[in-house]
């Protein structure tokens, strides 16, 4: 009978809408090695010394009516037509008008991201597919960062992945990465992809950063096996710890008139590893030789 149960209970979590409560998903993404790989072994030295610690941003949601909190973050499934990188499942992120809560409702923001500490330990690979639908809906000249490298102090995010640029170039849509000139950076947003590139297709992406204070380090972005991006300096300040973020963060949300668009991204195939070997790309149709040889 117990057993039974069991299997009812799997069935009510993994069936129709997929795993939708904040809570469940942080929870099951830990050990959901059809989502995530790699992170078992993270550590966060802030916390305790926690293993694979993802927990969710702005922690404020969990301290909301869970009822007007199950849209934000689902895990899914093919079988109910969401789309998927590879495997049965993907990770569901939503953004709509008002999702601020509380530093962010005060200053102009909405998001909701997963994130992990920490991913900076010497050089490191991470990876993740990124899905936005058909009808996806870019607000620039507000700002949607749909990935980050964030520090864990006071300082914005050393590399951010952004839907659009901002300044001079003005331009909305799109993949973008910004270096922040707190490790030498200019804030100027470089583009990785067009718009069009964007939209009702998955978008694989690959990092390989050397972490560190001094000016050997690097960060290089490989996009559907292309190198698109190399920077070379400082990674972080010394001391600090780098966050790993995936969602939807929108930002200077009061640039656009009216109510803002809902927005969907679902993130797949997360993975992480100290090298490219171990993050096993052959099922998504990469080969470490093919990615290593770029310069």
């Avoid at 989502?35 to 404020?60: C, L, P, S």
């Amino acid at each position: 009978m117990k057993k039974l149960l069991a299997i009812a209970a799997l069935f009510f979590f993994t069936s129709g809408d997929g795993i939708a409560d904040v809570e469940k998903v942080i929870k099951e993404i830990k050990k959901n090695k059809d989502i995530a790989m790699g992170f078992k072994k993270v550590i966060d030295r802030g916390e305790d010394n926690k293993k694979n610690n993802w927990r969710v941003t702005n922690k404020k949601i969990l301290e909301t009516d869970k009822n007007t909190r199950k849209h934000v973050v689902k895990i899914v499934n093919k079988s109910d037509n969401h789309p998927v990188r590879f495997g049965k499942q993907s990770l569901r992120f939503e953004v709509r008008n008002g999702d601020g809560w509380g530093w962010d409702a005060r200053t102009n923001r909405e998001r909701v991201e997963l994130l992990i500490c920490c991913v900076n330990d010497k050089t490191t690979w991470s990876a993740w597919s990124l899905y936005l639908p058909q009808d996806y809906e870019i607000i620039f000249p507000a700002k949607t960062m749909l990935a980050q490298f964030h520090n864990d102090g006071d300082y914005p995010p050393a590399f951010a992945f952004e839907n659009q640029s901002h300044g001079q170039i003005k331009e909305g849509g799109g993949y973008w990465i910004e270096i922040d000139n707190y490790v030498g950076g200019n804030n100027v947003p470089i583009k990785l992809l067009d718009k069009t590139e964007m939209s009702g297709k998955w978008n694989d992406i690959l990092v390989n950063a050397k972490w560190t204070y001094k000016k050997d380090g690097f960060f290089k972005i490989w996009i559907n096996g292309e190198l698109k991006y190399h920077w070379k300096g400082i990674t972080q300040h010394k001391g600090e710890r780098t966050e790993y973020h995936i969602g939807v963060y929108r930002s200077f949300i009061h640039k656009t008139p009216g109510p803002d668009a809902t927005q969907i991204a679902y993130y797949d195939e997360i993975r992480y590893a100290k090298s490219c070997k171990k993050l096993k790309l052959k099922d998504l149709g990469y080969t470490c030789k093919e990615i290593e040889i770029q310069k």
